[in-house]
């Protein structure tokens, strides 16, 4: 009885890991932007000191968060994804 149990507990924390593991699957949802909104950013990023703007504002303009316009370009505006790309 104990090993049956043992089996079911042991089966029960596999089920959850696998679960945990495909709560966290990046690289599933729809792009945020499109190309040329991708290219705007970019823009507004390298020459953001010029214009006095802060990334924080630079993401409140395309409605994303700051973390998804990293994912998009680097911190000097290097394109980093370009949307239909496979990641």
Do not use: C, K
């Not at 043992?6 to 190309?35: F, H, K, T, Y």
């Not at 950013?41 to 994303?64: K, M, P, Y």
Request: aromatic content about 4%; overall charge negative; hydrophobic content about 35%.
């Amino acid at each position: 009885l104990a090993q049956i149990e043992w089996e079911l507990i042991n089966e029960r924390i596999q089920d959850a890991l696998v679960s945990a593991l495909e709560r966290r699957q990046r690289g599933v949802g729809p792009d945020s932007l499109s190309p040329p909104e991708v290219r705007e950013l970019s823009t507004l990023v390298a020459n953001r000191d010029d214009h006095d703007l802060t990334i924080s504002q630079i993401a409140g303009r395309f409605e994303i968060s700051d973390t998804t316009l990293y994912r998009y370009v680097g911190p000097e505006g290097a394109i980093r994804h370009m949307p239909g790309d496979d990641e």
